[in-house]
């Protein structure tokens, strides 16, 4: 197997799903207004958390994975409903924080202090370890990646596959996290409201495009 084509080919397959648009990806927009890059990374490393070993566990029961994970209907239910729940009480939260806001500068100064409660790694284990179509993204898709790993040694072609996908994870939630903050402090507080609750909007209709798409087999949203 020829090294570096198979790099290129983990980079630009996981790409597709490290880029595009999620839960942890609006999350990580929300916190990052407040905080920074340093939660895109906090974000990366509670993403890396699960990843990696959970990467590690596919190949490990390979044989085992599509027959419990992938076509296990209850699972998949259970999954749908747990990360719709999360999504929903984050959606909440956040319609909450955006309605305290006044328009002043003690307010302002606050912004900091509302951030602490959300910790940006645990947000980022718990919007990868609950989100169905990351676990299926690489219980099917992925799998085929896996599939040419193994042939290089489990150990081996795991540690290749995982360096060459994880960097886009912390170079895209950096990015995404830093973004929104040189903005929001430049506007102010007013489009911050309305930027949280764009924000919340966007993870209710994540939340409810799972529950609709697992459910019914209907996609609210071209993801």
Not at 2 to 8: D, G, L, M, R
Not at 108 to 113: A, G, S, T
């Amino acid at each position: 197997m020829n090294i570096i084509a198979f790099i290129v080919s983990v980079v630009v397959i996981t790409a597709s799903g490290a880029l595009s648009p999620g839960p942890l990806t609006i999350s990580a927009i929300l916190l990052g207004s407040k905080g920074g890059w340093k939660v895109g990374l906090l974000m990366a490393i509670g993403h890396t958390i699960f990843e990696l070993p959970y990467i590690t566990f596919l190949a490990v029961a390979y044989d085992y994975v599509e027959i419990y994970i992938v076509k296990n209907q209850i699972i998949n239910f259970i999954l749908a409903i747990v990360v719709a729940s999360v999504l929903l009480y984050f959606a909440i939260a956040t319609i909450s924080e955006s309605l305290k806001l006044k328009l002043n500068h003690e307010k302002q100064r606050r912004i900091k202090v509302l951030n602490r409660k959300w910790n940006p790694i645990i947000v980022g284990f718990i919007f990868t370890a609950l989100n169905p179509y990351f676990l299926l993204w690489w219980a099917t898709l992925g799998f085929e990646l896996l599939r040419t790993s193994l042939t290089m040694g489990i150990v081996y072609g795991v540690t290749i596959l995982f360096m060459a996908h994880i960097w886009i994870d912390y170079v895209w939630l950096i990015l995404i996290s830093h973004t929104p903050q040189v903005r929001i402090s430049y506007f102010g507080s007013k489009v911050y409201r309305v930027f949280l609750l764009a924000l919340a909007i966007i993870l209710i209709s994540f939340a409810l495009n799972i529950l609709t798409r697992t459910f019914l087999g209907i996609s609210l949203l071209p993801i």
